[in-house]
């Protein structure tokens, strides 16, 4: 049974930081590419980053220079370190572990408020 767990959310004031984790459990996983989506209220899911098994990394313009995803196959354990947040960062982040099949952990709140 494949389980993506998803941690580290949570509120924060505008410029600054949470890391999100995402624990998976019933894959191999150095063989997955990896990555983390959102979803706003009312928008649609959005990729925000992405890596590959080689350790190629992705971000959503919006984010870059504020996030970075990275993995550590010995935990089997994907980060979305996130500074600098701002209110329209506020979502439901989702991990995601994809080969041929999309894997999806419950998501994770993250409040960027004052």
């Known amino acids: 049974q494949v389980q993506l767990v998803e941690s580290g959310g949570g509120l924060v004031q505008p410029g600054g930081s949470l890391r999100l984790s995402c624990a998976a459990s019933g894959i191999i996983f150095s063989i997955y590419a990896m990555a983390w989506y959102r979803q706003a209220p009312g928008k649609q899911r959005e990729l925000v980053a992405s890596?590959?098994?080689?350790?190629?990394?992705y971000h959503l313009d919006s984010v870059k220079g504020r996030f970075t995803i990275s993995r550590d196959n010995a935990k089997n354990t994907v980060y979305l370190q996130m500074n600098t947040l701002k209110p329209e960062d506020t979502a439901v982040y989702y991990c995601?572990?994809?080969?041929?099949?999309?894997?999806w952990g419950q998501g994770t709140q993250v409040t960027v408020s004052s």
């Open positions: 995601n572990a994809h080969i041929a099949t999309h894997y």
């Open positions: 890596i590959s098994r080689a350790g190629n990394a």
